[in-house]
């Protein structure tokens, strides 16, 4: 068949944007009603990408038991090869460099943009795949990723409204060798966790790009890492934003020392969740109204 008329699909690539052009109602509606994805560009240098990596093979290092917590990777399990993708939690702890990248203006205004000027960080963490990785299976991220029972979720949830957004900065070349994630572009719109019958591995297009790039997806868009075929590490660090109600999936202050958060930054402490009150002792709470459109003044 004559090369032009062949069916392969056009690759459908997240629009990139950089911080001279982050148009934050239109990266909005990519992640809600476009492919669900979008890339940030230029966010980062090639310094700060080396130390962020530095530290994330040596915190992986010792790690060949895979003593550490890790998800999506039944099949790994099955086949004795969790020790191929490897965590690292607590980053906040492990370098200055972590807490630059959670709150950099650009994701901090996109976020605000997306869920809301109080959002609060859920979880920051390094995903390493080993050469031989096996990939994950296609899921959404929390909190919904044990949306394949959904009735342990409310009635009617929905994704027209987002509770959570990705971020994926890329310390390692994403190609289709090294194992880019995987994401089937519109998939964020029906609320749902896909299964065989959707045929993920038929439909999915890949998140490409340089060390440095910074990919954010609203975690409802079906996705996975996938295996890695390569003979180098592909390593990111995924951090995960959630309105500031929703119950964060790490407790991140609890993870730190105090000297940590009292020196942490206004945004900082956002990200920590410790500029929402709840939940709260209310019978402890000092007296007085604390809610409405007017407030108690401070004494
Ligand atoms: O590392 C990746 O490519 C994706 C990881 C992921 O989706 C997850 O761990 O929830
Ligand atoms: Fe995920």
């Not at 295996?227 to 500031?244: E, F, G, M, T, V």
Request: proline share 7%; net charge negative; with cysteine.
């Amino acid at each position: 068949m004559n090369a032009s008329v062949t069916s392969r699909r056009p690759l459908v690539t997240p629009r990139i944007f950089t911080v001279d052009d982050l148009d934050t109602d239109t990266i909005v509606g990519e992640l809600l009603e476009g492919v669900g994805a979008v890339t940030l560009r230029g966010l980062f240098g090639t310094d700060e990408i080396a130390e962020a990596r530095e530290i994330v093979m040596r915190e992986s290092s010792g790690d060949a038991e895979a003593a550490k917590v890790t998800h999506f990777q039944g099949a790994a399990e099955r086949e004795g090869k969790l020790s191929l993708q490897r965590r690292v939690w607590n980053l906040l702890a492990k370098g200055d460099v972590f807490s630059r990248m959670a709150a950099h203006p650009a994701l901090m205004q996109t976020m605000r943009a997306f869920l809301g000027t109080e959002f609060i960080m859920g979880s920051i963490a390094a995903n390493r795949i080993l050469p031989g990785g096996p990939g994950q299976e296609p899921h959404i991220d929390y909190p919904y990723w044990d949306y394949h029972t959904p009735q342990t979720h409310p009635v009617r949830l929905n994704s027209s409204f987002p509770l959570n957004a990705q971020a994926t900065i890329m310390l390692d070349p994403f190609t289709e060798e090294t194992g880019a994630t995987a994401y089937v572009p519109g998939s964020q719109r029906s609320l749902r966790y896909p299964d065989e019958s959707d045929r993920f591995f038929d439909r999915c297009e890949r998140m490409l790009g340089e060390p440095g790039d910074t990919v954010v997806f609203f975690g409802a868009v079906w996705h996975c890492a996938m295996p890695n075929h390569s003979r180098a590490d592909r390593s990111a660090i995924l951090i995960q934003y959630l309105p500031k109600w929703v119950k964060p999936m790490e407790n991140i202050p609890a993870a730190l020392p105090s000297s940590f958060v009292d020196a942490a930054s206004s945004d900082m402490r956002q990200l920590l969740g410790l500029h929402y009150p709840y939940p709260e002792i209310l019978d402890a709470a000092r007296g007085g109204n604390a809610e409405g459109r007017t407030t108690m003044q401070t004494k």
